[in-house]
C-alpha cells in the first residue's frame, strides 16, 4: 500500500521553511537598502559616534537593530550610542528601553524631560501635538549629542516619511519640499542622517513582527487621528495597493529633479535665459505632449494616451 501525504503532514513544515526564506530575504534587503544609502549620500565615516534616536517604535528600533548589522560587515570603524528621550508620559514603560538595550549589549543614554507637561499646558485639547513636540524634542536631543560627542545623529524615518513630507509640504506648504537622508541641523552644529531612506515601511512592519521588538506606542501624539500625515499616508498606501511600484517611481523622481523644468527663478535663472543654438536631446518638446514611454515598462504606472 502506497502512503498517502495529507496536507496536515507536511504544510507546517513547507510553511516554516517558505518564512524562514522570506525572512533571510528581507533581512539582506533590508541591509543592502541601508548600506546603499549609507554609501550615497556618506552619512557614516570612519570614527564617527552616531547618536541612534530610540523612540520605542518598530523604525527606531529597526535602524539600530540593522545598523548594528551593518557595523559589523562595514569598510570603517564606528561608534553606536542608543538615546531615549523619556518625555514622562502617562503609564510610559521606563524598564522596556534599558533592559532590551542591556540586553543585546549596546551603550546607551536615557535623558528624562517632562516635555509631555509642557505640550499638553500650551496645546488646546484636540489639537495636533507634534509639532511642539518635535521641537522640544529635537533641541533636547541636540544638546545631548553635544554632551556625548556623537558626530552623527540618525533618526529612524524611512521612504513612505520623507514621500509623506513632500506631499505634506506641496498639498498644505505650496513648496516642493521633502525630507533630506541627509542634512546639517537647525542649528549649524550637527549632521543628522536618515540610515533607513530606501527602506519602505511595510518592510519594517515585517521586520520588527520577525523580531519581536517590544514597541512603546507614543500616547502623546499617536493617538490623535485626524493628522494631515496619515491621510497622506492612507493615500500612499493604496495607490501602492492599486498600482505596485508606483511609490518606487515617485520616491526615485525625488532623486531626479529637474529645476529647468519646473518654476523656482531661484533655482533656474529663466529671466537670462537665451537661445544658444545648440540642440539638446534632454530639452523641452514645447508643442509636443509629455512623453512618458520611457516609463511604461515601470510596474503599476498609467500612461494615458489622449
Same mark, same amino acid.
Given at each position: @500500500?502506497? =502512503?498517502?501525504?495529507?496536507?496536515?503532514?507536511?504544510?507546517? #513544515?513547507? &510553511?516554516?521553511?517558505?518564512?524562514?526564506?522570506? !525572512?533571510?530575504?528581507?533581512?539582506?534587503?533590508?541591509?543592502?537598502?541601508?548600506?546603499?544609502?549609507?554609501?550615497?549620500?556618506?552619512?557614516?565615516?570612519?570614527?564617527d559616534?552616531?547618536?541612534?534616536?530610540?523612540?520605542?517604535?518598530?523604525?527606531?528600533?529597526a535602524?539600530?537593530?540593522?545598523?548594528?548589522?551593518?557595523?559589523?560587515?562595514?569598510?570603517?570603524?564606528?561608534?553606536l550610542?542608543?538615546?531615549?528621550?523619556?518625555?514622562?508620559?502617562?503609564?510610559?514603560?521606563e524598564?522596556?528601553?534599558?533592559?532590551?538595550?542591556?540586553?543585546?549589549?549596546?551603550?546607551?543614554?536615557?535623558?528624562?524631560q517632562?516635555?509631555?507637561s509642557?505640550?499638553?499646558?500650551?496645546?488646546?485639547?484636540?489639537?495636533t @501635538?507634534? =509639532?511642539l513636540?518635535?521641537?522640544?524634542r529635537?533641541?533636547? #536631543?541636540? &544638546?545631548v549629542?553635544?554632551?556625548?560627542?556623537? !558626530?552623527?545623529i540618525?533618526?529612524?524615518?524611512?521612504?513612505?516619511?520623507?514621500?509623506?513630507?513632500?506631499?505634506?509640504n506641496?498639498?498644505?506648504?505650496?513648496?516642493?519640499?521633502?525630507m533630506?537622508?541627509?542634512?546639517?541641523?537647525?542649528?549649524?552644529?550637527?549632521?543628522?542622517?536618515?540610515p533607513?531612506a530606501?527602506?519602505?515601511?511595510?518592510?519594517?512592519?515585517?521586520w520588527?513582527g520577525?523580531?519581536?521588538?517590544?514597541?512603546?506606542p507614543?500616547?502623546?501624539?499617536?493617538?490623535?487621528?485626524?493628522?494631515?500625515?496619515?491621510?497622506?499616508?492612507?493615500?500612499?498606501?493604496?495607490?501602492?495597493r492599486?498600482?505596485?511600484?508606483?511609490?518606487?517611481?515617485m520616491?526615485t523622481?525625488?532623486?531626479n529633479?529637474?529645476?529647468s523644468?519646473?518654476?523656482?527663478?531661484?533655482?533656474?535663472?529663466?529671466?537670462?535665459?537665451?537661445a544658444?543654438?545648440?540642440?539638446?536631446?534632454?530639452g523641452?518638446?514645447?508643442?509636443?505632449?509629455?512623453?512618458?514611454?520611457?516609463?511604461v515598462?515601470?510596474?503599476?504606472?498609467?500612461v494615458?494616451?489622449?
Amino acid at each position: @500500500m502506497s =502512503s498517502v501525504w495529507t496536507n496536515s503532514e507536511v504544510t507546517p #513544515l513547507a &510553511r516554516e521553511q517558505k518564512i524562514e526564506r522570506e !525572512t533571510h530575504k528581507l533581512e539582506k534587503r533590508l541591509c543592502r537598502l541601508m548600506g546603499q544609502a549609507i554609501a550615497d549620500y556618506n552619512m557614516i565615516e570612519q570614527g564617527d559616534k552616531v547618536m541612534v534616536c530610540l523612540s520605542g517604535g518598530k523604525d527606531s528600533y529597526a535602524m539600530l537593530d540593522i545598523l548594528l548589522k551593518m557595523k559589523q560587515r562595514a569598510p570603517v570603524e564606528f561608534e553606536l550610542i542608543a538615546v531615549n528621550l523619556d518625555q514622562k508620559q502617562p503609564g510610559f514603560p521606563e524598564h522596556v528601553l534599558p533592559d532590551y538595550l542591556s540586553r543585546i549589549g549596546v551603550p546607551f543614554h536615557i535623558e528624562s524631560q517632562d516635555t509631555y507637561s509642557i505640550v499638553k499646558d500650551k496645546i488646546p485639547e484636540g489639537k495636533t @501635538m507634534c =509639532s511642539l513636540c518635535s521641537r522640544l524634542r529635537r533641541g533636547i #536631543l541636540y &544638546r545631548v549629542a553635544d554632551e556625548l560627542g556623537a !558626530t552623527k545623529i540618525a533618526l529612524g524615518h524611512h521612504r513612505d516619511d520623507m514621500l509623506q513630507t513632500f506631499f505634506l509640504n506641496m498639498f498644505f506648504g505650496g513648496k516642493l519640499k521633502g525630507m533630506p537622508p541627509k542634512l546639517v541641523s537647525d542649528d549649524g552644529r550637527h549632521i543628522v542622517i536618515r540610515p533607513l531612506a530606501y527602506v519602505a515601511e511595510k518592510d519594517l512592519v515585517r521586520w520588527a513582527g520577525h523580531r519581536q521588538f517590544p514597541i512603546i506606542p507614543c500616547t502623546l501624539c499617536g493617538s490623535q487621528e485626524n493628522l494631515q500625515r496619515k491621510q497622506v499616508a492612507a493615500m500612499l498606501r493604496e495607490w501602492d495597493r492599486q498600482h505596485p511600484g508606483r511609490v518606487d517611481t515617485m520616491f526615485t523622481a525625488l532623486q531626479n529633479v529637474v529645476p529647468s523644468h519646473l518654476a523656482d527663478g531661484t533655482h533656474y535663472d529663466f529671466k537670462g535665459l537665451t537661445a544658444h543654438g545648440v540642440a539638446n536631446e534632454n530639452g523641452d518638446k514645447a508643442f509636443d505632449p509629455p512623453d512618458f514611454s520611457a516609463a511604461v515598462s515601470l510596474p503599476g504606472l498609467q500612461v494615458i494616451k489622449v
